[in-house]
């Protein structure tokens, strides 16, 4: 999603479609998510983008040595990104340091 600039670091989030999780009574309703229609940034089905769970920090040569394992399916709108971003913001696991060197990076690939 972004590369910190001082440590070349990767922030990478992964989606979910496991949609019942999040639903109310079950176990990660409480979690920092939001939903991503299907065809949103060409995702196939609806799904779920979870902070909580999914946030990860690499360093940029893992991310270059994995990249052949990551099939991006597309790129969200400004809107989603400004959602994406408003989820990172709130959240309390995510350093400052971080949460800023998102928000200035200017594009996000999914």
């Keep these: 999603m972004g590369y910190q600039s001082i440590e070349a670091m ?14 109310q009574g079950n176990k990660r309703v409480n979690h920092n998510f939001f ?4 065809n949103t940034g060409g995702l196939e089905q609806d799904s779920i983008i979870d902070l ?18 990551i099939n991006k399916q597309g790129t969200l709108k400004q809107d989603q ?3 994406l971003v408003s989820c990172i913001k709130k959240d309390k696991k995510i350093s ?7 928000y ?3 594009g996000c690939q999914v």
Excluded: G, M, P, W
């Design 10 to 23: 990767v922030f990478q989030i992964t989606t979910t479609t496991k949609l019942y999780y999040y639903q």
């Design 52 to 69: 909580t769970l999914y946030f990860e920090k690499r360093t940029a040569k893992d991310f270059t040595d994995y990249q052949s394992d």
């Design 81 to 83: 990104i400004n959602t």
């Design 96 to 102: 400052q340091i971080i949460k800023k060197d998102i």
């Design 104 to 106: 200035l990076f200017k």
């Design 35 to 38: 939903r991503l229609t299907a």
